[in-house]
């Protein structure tokens, strides 16, 4: 086993959020710059649909949380 693939990090898939080895991801998407990784299809379809359902904004300027220390 070649010594890089150990340091090999998994990722979310945002849809469901099974754990993906980006090099055997069933399926990938760009979106605003950042390339997304899927276990199938389906869930790529989905967030290709609504991408916004599953990707974090920035926070809300409003709400109980300022930022501030």
Known sequence: MPFWSKKKEKVKDPVCGMEVDPGKAAATHDYQSKT????????KSSFVKEPGKY??????????????H
């Not at 997304?36 to 869930?43: A, G, R, V």
């Open 36 to 43: 997304y990784y899927f276990c199938s299809p389906s869930c």
């Open 55 to 68: 990707v974090k904004g920035p926070p809300a300027a409003a709400g109980g949380m300022s930022g501030h």
